[in-house]
């Protein structure tokens, strides 16, 4: 007979707490009323998740620069200028998440 295991990616579908106590119960009221106020708060403000952006500056014989920009696009990378030098090499400046 297989057995599941319970993992984090599981989905939780119900919890009941008993709580013993007055203390327990005025305890448990508290954390249930701040639990829903901050689940309110959170829909209310309608949080989007940010990814740190890092400026990067990229230089390379001018025979690669299209592999690069290219490998640079694939990881969404906004390439923001380039800038071609005598020694045969192409300096290109992106911000990348």
Do not use: F, Y
């Amino acid at each position: 007979m297989m057995r599941h295991i319970w993992t984090a990616m599981d989905p939780l579908l119900s919890i009941a707490v008993t709580p013993q106590t007055k203390a327990d119960q005025e305890r448990l009221a508290a954390g249930l009323q701040l639990a829903g106020a901050l689940q309110n708060a959170a829909r209310q403000a309608c949080p989007i998740l940010l990814e740190p952006v890092m400026a990067l500056e990229v230089r390379v014989p001018r025979v690669s620069v299209g592999a690069v920009i290219d490998a640079l696009r694939r990881r969404q990378a906004r390439i923001t200028g380039q800038e071609v030098h005598d020694d045969g090499t192409t300096e290109s400046a992106t911000d990348e998440p």
